[in-house]
């Protein structure tokens, strides 16, 4: 089964990514743009020695996007590529708007020609957490998503 994570290099997508690795019969195909909302390094160090094929690409780009689907048949996709953070998402409510809402339109989109029929949506803003919350709602979402697949 082929699984689509965007945003696979960020902290929920690489700590999924390495658990369904361990299942041979998923193969895992990964989007990141690497952006620089937090330090891209940590990024780079996440994905070190995943098994997956990686696209260096930004979900607001359809084309690009429409190649991948073009080169595999997805089977499910997890979408986890977004903007976080609600403070600076009052600095820059475009950007959020362009990737949050149209880079989700365009897999939607892409799901629905390409016969994709599963698509799960992370799309949160925890504006008050402590570390330890953050880590509890992560285990839980990596909990959810490993049930859904
Ligand atoms: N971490 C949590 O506790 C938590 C809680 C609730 C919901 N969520 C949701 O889960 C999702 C993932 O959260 P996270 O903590 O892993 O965030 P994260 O910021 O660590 O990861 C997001 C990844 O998406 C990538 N990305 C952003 N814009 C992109 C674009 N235009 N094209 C391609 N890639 C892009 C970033 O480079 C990053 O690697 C988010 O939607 C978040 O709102 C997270």
Redesign the pocket.
Same mark, same amino acid.
């Given at each position: 089964m082929n699984i689509l994570i %965007? /945003? +696979?290099?960020?902290? +929920?997508?690489? %700590?999924l990514a390495k658990e369904l690795s361990k299942n041979d019969s998923y193969n895992i195909i990964g +989007?990141?743009?690497? =952006?620089e909302?937090?330090n891209?390094e940590?990024?780079e160090e996440?994905i070190k020695g995943l098994k997956i094929k990686l696209y260096r690409?930004? +979900?607001?780009?359809f084309d690009k996007l429409k190649e991948i689907f073009k080169e595999n048949k997805i089977d499910k996709i997890i979408?986890?590529?977004?903007? #976080?953070?609600v403070r600076s998402s009052i600095d820059n409510p475009f950007v959020y708007e362009? #990737? =949050?809402i149209k /880079?989700t339109l365009n897999l939607l989109e892409l799901a629905k020609d390409f016969n994709c029929k599963s698509l799960f949506?992370? @799309?949160? @803003? #925890?504006s008050m957490?402590t570390a330890k919350?953050?880590?509890?709602?992560?285990n839980w979402?990596l909990i959810q998503f490993l049930r859904m697949v």
């Open positions: %965007t /945003g +696979i290099a960020g902290f +929920i997508g690489n %700590t +989007i990141d743009n690497f =952006n909302y937090y891209p940590f990024k996440n690409y930004d +979900i607001r780009d979408h986890l590529a977004s903007m #976080v953070g362009e #990737v =949050n /880079g949506l992370a @799309q949160a @803003q #925890v957490a919350q953050r880590l509890l709602m992560k979402m």
